[in-house]
């Protein structure tokens, strides 16, 4: 257990970089970058916890008790509602391709030159 | 004192080698569900699996004693990307009807 | 450069990246052992010093304030953004949006629309409670704004794109969206008025940690994030919804 989750990270990270490599329609990518985003989450998590620890929260458990990090948790807290919008951003400029070329394969859209 | 389900869920007295398992069995199908979000070529049927892998990851980070990430998670996984992504879906078919 | 080319290229590449990161892994102390200091010393004293028992929301808007501020404000910049790139084009019109007329209509489940209609009360009580209660439980503005969006969501779900139109028109979206950013500037510029640092935490401490009326700023600046979370994400989801109503004009 010392360093699965470390190497599950590094995985989806191949994983999602494989994807948008590959990929052949720009929503297919934007959703691979959607996996990437993710695994950033799990390591900053990853990082912060402490085995046998409570989330640290003390409205209900004495204030002395061992708890994991807060501060990745408020990292990864406001990573994940940011880059929601800015994959809406993604999805926008994907939309204007569209209507501009006609097409959302991204190894066609390198070939035109608008 | 507030009775809050996630935070009190996450606090629950359970057995270190149980929340171990828990950990690695949710792990793995987080790795696997990677997998399978990416391998999937359609992108509609690719919507549908990534609000199951935003679930998967909102239950990783609740084992992970994190209840405010999985809150937005939850919601930000389940519900906004894939009506943002299906939004998006539906505006590029139009024009093959 | 041929796929099969980009491939192995890539290949090579993720096999570098990976040896990196596998290299660093190896400093790293091992998964559960965390050596501290700054997660310990801030779960000690946050209670003590802010009055409000949710350590992480604490940490977001009182600790670390300046940093969800440019978060919030990153936030801003992609709605902005999706309403820049998605502005009409020339030559497109939009058709009038009716409820039963669209052939997607008829084929609409039942079961759906009445859930939807069921949750919407609900998801918008829950993501009230959990925008004004960043210093109890974990709640916060970022997780309460997502929530009272979706219940926007859940409108639309249910199969009333007019109501949905009819309560969030663009202007006051974007009204409510630049007074959430802005009052959250404020606080802070409220504290330089007193002569304190910016984002000082000025207001009352209150008596007992994890009241509701304690934690003086924590849970104002919250409560601005919040409404400016959901209207950020209403105002998105309101453009894409638009594009898919417009008919580009036919070429003659």
Same mark, same amino acid.
């Given at each position: ?11 989806? @990270? &191949? ?69 929601? &919008? ?5 999805? &926008? @400029? &994907? ?20 | ?97 | ?12 590449? #993720? ?10 892994? #190896? ?17 000690? *004293? ?24 440019? /978060? /919030? ?24 949006? $009716? /409820? ?126 919040? *409404? ?15 594009? $898919? ?8």
């Amino acid at each position: 257990m010392g360093v699965f989750p470390f190497l599950v990270v590094a995985w989806i @990270l &191949a994983v999602g970089l494989y994807g948008i490599v590959t990929s052949r329609h720009l929503v297919h990518l934007i959703v691979c970058l959607i996996v990437l985003q993710s695994s950033t989450y799990v390591l900053l998590l990853g990082v912060g916890y402490r085995a046998g620890a409570a989330a640290p929260y003390f409205s209900d458990i004495p204030r002395r008790t061992p708890a994991v990090d807060p501060v990745v948790q408020a990292l990864a807290l406001t990573d994940v509602v940011v880059e929601a &919008a800015v994959t809406a951003l993604l999805l &926008a @400029l &994907a939309v204007q391709a569209y209507k501009r070329f006609g097409t959302l394969d991204p190894q066609e859209l390198v070939q035109l030159k608008g | 004192m507030t009775p809050d389900l996630l935070a009190a869920s996450a606090l629950a007295p359970v057995p270190a080698g149980l929340m171990d398992a828990l950990q690695v069995t949710i792990l793995v199908l987080v790795a696997a569900g990677a997998a399978v979000v990416v391998k999937t070529r359609d992108p509609v049927r690719q919507v549908v699996l990534l609000s199951f892998y935003g679930l998967l990851l909102a239950l990783l980070f609740l084992a992970f004693q994190a209840p405010d990430v999985t809150l937005s998670e939850l919601v930000v996984g389940a519900v906004l990307l894939p009506v943002l992504l299906l939004l998006t879906l539906t505006r590029v078919r139009r024009r093959e009807k | 450069m041929k796929p099969r080319q980009r491939l192995w290229l890539f290949l090579v590449a #993720v096999a570098g990246l990976t040896s990196f990161y596998l290299w660093g892994l #190896v400093g790293l102390p091992g998964f559960g052992h965390y050596p501290g200091p700054y997660g310990d010393i801030i779960n000690r *004293i946050a209670v003590g010093q802010t009055n409000a028992t949710g350590v992480v929301s604490a940490v977001n808007f009182e600790y670390r304030g300046i940093d969800t501020l440019g /978060e /919030e404000f990153i936030l801003f910049a992609a709605a902005t953004g999706v309403a820049i790139v998605l502005r009409h084009l020339r030559g497109e019109r939009e058709h009038q949006p $009716t /409820e039963a007329a669209s052939p997607d209509a008829r084929q609409d489940s039942p079961a759906v629309r009445q859930l939807s209609l069921l949750l919407t009360g609900p998801m918008l009580v829950l993501g009230w409670n959990l925008a004004s209660h960043a210093q109890t439980s974990p709640s916060g503005g970022f997780q309460g704004g997502v929530v009272l969006a979706s219940s926007f969501v859940l409108i639309y779900l249910a199969g009333q794109l007019l109501t949905l139109r009819r309560l969030s028109p663009v202007d006051v979206t974007d009204a409510v969206e630049a007074a959430g950013a802005a009052g959250f500037v404020a606080i802070g510029i409220a504290g330089v008025a007193m002569g304190l640092p910016y984002l000082t935490n000025f207001l009352g401490l209150g008596t007992m940690p994890g009241a509701v009326s304690s934690s003086g700023t924590i849970a104002l600046i919250s409560f601005f994030v919040g *409404i400016e979370v959901a209207a950020a994400f209403l105002l998105i989801v309101s453009e894409l919804l638009d594009q $898919t109503l417009l008919v580009r004009q036919e070429t003659s």
